[in-house]
């Protein structure tokens, strides 16, 4: 997932930033003392889920744990795959758990879980369809096209559970691979009968097009505080650097729980690195921000995979979860 330089191109339009923090001691941290690697590369995505990282920056929690954070941003969290593998990259901030999980299971990677990212939340991704359009309820999208930035990922993934709970068959809804900046001409076009857009795109939609949101992907039972995205690893990476590993989880750790507890810390970060106006970032339908990993809902996660043919085999993620070692 990506966001529009302005509102129309946010997700594919990057910029450069490179944050380079000097460490200096703090209290509860290691302070930089032991750690066996004090820079750390950070692939990072202009997402709303990925603000836990720039609150991290910006409160100087990576200082305070004697880090060093570089910054490289990227489009898609796949981009930078190759290069996490190399080591050229030390972690995606904000990559989304089912294109690496199943990574995971082709063998392409051997992944860790450092953080939890984004969750899902009320109104946070749905379903969008223009105001003079015939469906209104998930039923109405039987036989329907719906688009989606990448096929067979979260979005067709999670919009599968719901129709599931709400007894449509996800057979008979076809899914078009549709950038994100791009959906709400698709729609005017008649290209697709339907989006499923995530945040900003919904609320750019919903103020230029009137489009009406007709299914809440980010809510009930089905997709209830459905993990969507972390800051990744590999066991190379924590078994080679674990005080490192450790002192980068507290931080974002720290900062996940001031996204969670006061939305204003999101608000400020936001405009600088998604590329968005203060008015459009403060009117978002934000996710969730956990402060550590649900491997409960990240199972669940899984076992929605495995269900609608993503995995081949069940995995277990707890064996994937960095777990810290007591200080």
Not at 13 to 37: P, W
Not at 92 to 121: D, K, S
Not at 216 to 234: E, I, K, M, Q, R
Not at 251 to 257: G, H, Y
Request: with cysteine; charged share 15%; proline share 6%.
């Amino acid at each position: 997932m990506s966001r529009p330089r302005s509102r129309a191109t946010l997700l594919m339009g990057v910029v450069l930033i490179a944050a380079l923090l000097t460490g200096c001691g703090g209290s509860q941290s290691s302070g930089g003392d032991g750690l066996e690697k004090k820079t750390v590369t950070v692939a990072a995505l202009p997402l709303v889920d990925t603000a836990g990282l720039h609150i991290a920056v910006q409160r100087k929690f990576f200082e305070a744990e004697g880090l060093r954070v570089q910054i490289k941003p990227v489009a898609q969290s796949i981009q930078a795959l190759p290069a996490l593998k190399t080591g050229q990259v030390d972690v995606i901030a904000g990559g989304n758990y089912v294109t690496f999980l199943q990574a995971q299971a082709q063998g392409t990677l051997n992944l860790r879980i450092l953080a939890p990212g984004a969750a899902a939340a009320p109104r946070f991704m749905g379903v969008l369809t223009l105001p003079n359009s015939p469906i209104k309820q998930a039923k109405d999208l039987e036989g329907r096209t719906v688009a989606v930035n990448i096929r067979n990922n979260i979005q067709s993934l999670s919009l599968n559970a719901i129709l599931r709970a709400d007894h449509v068959d996800p057979a008979k809804v076809r899914y078009l691979a549709i950038p994100f900046p791009q959906m709400g001409a698709a729609l005017q076009k008649g290209q697709v009968d339907a989006v499923h857009a995530a945040e900003p795109f919904a609320t750019d939609m919903t103020r230029k097009l009137g489009a009406k949101m007709i299914v809440d992907g980010g809510s009930g039972p089905a997709v209830a505080g459905l993990p969507v995205s972390g800051y990744l690893s590999t066991q190379r990476f924590t078994d080679k650097y674990p005080k490192t590993a450790a002192a980068f989880q507290r931080a974002i750790q720290k900062a996940q729980q001031l996204a969670t507890s006061d939305r204003k810390q999101v608000d400020q970060v936001l405009p600088a690195y998604a590329h968005l106006d203060a008015a459009t970032a403060s009117a978002l339908n934000l996710p969730a921000f956990p402060p550590s990993i649900d491997q409960v809902r990240l199972q669940h996660l899984a076992d929605l995979m495995l269900q609608d043919g993503l995995l081949k085999q069940r995995i277990d993620v707890r064996s994937l979860v960095f777990a810290a070692q007591p200080q």
